[in-house]
Nanobody
Framework: QVQLVESGGGLVQAGGSLRLSCAASGSIFSFDNMGWYRQAPGKQRELVAT???????NYADSVKGRFTISRDNAKNTLYLQMNSLKPEDTGTYYC?????????WGQGTQVTVSS
């Protein structure tokens, strides 16, 4: 059973940075796609960034130029570097991974950006 564990969330002032990590229980190289979603209170979960097995990335328009998704295969870890954070980035961030049409999710990590 695949397990994904996020870390790195916290409270930060607007303009600050955070780096989220998502540690997988097995090799992340086997995943077809990995990424991050977020959910703000009272809002639907939205896609933040994705990274395919071949290294292609995709970002939500709201985070382009500020967030960077990456992975370290040796550490079986996915990252999300978040710079120039805004209050509207506040929410619970979830890591996900897809392998042969089956998706896996982490438990989420809270990010709060104060103005």
């Amino acid at each position: 059973q695949v397990q994904l564990v996020e870390s790195g969330g916290g409270l930060v002032q607007a303009g600050g940075s955070l780096r989220l990590s998502c540690a997988a229980s097995g090799s992340i190289f086997s995943f077809d796609n990995m990424g991050w979603y977020r959910q703000a209170p009272g809002k639907q979960r939205e896609l933040v960034a994705t990274l395919t097995k071949r290294g292609y990335t995709n970002y939500a328009d709201s985070v382009k130029g500020r967030f960077t998704i990456s992975r370290d295969n040796a550490k079986n870890t996915l990252y999300l570097q978040m710079n120039s954070l805004k209050p509207e980035d506040t929410g619970t961030y979830y890591c996900y991974a897809v392998r042969t049409l089956v998706d896996y999710w982490g438990q989420g990590t809270q990010v709060t950006v104060s103005s």
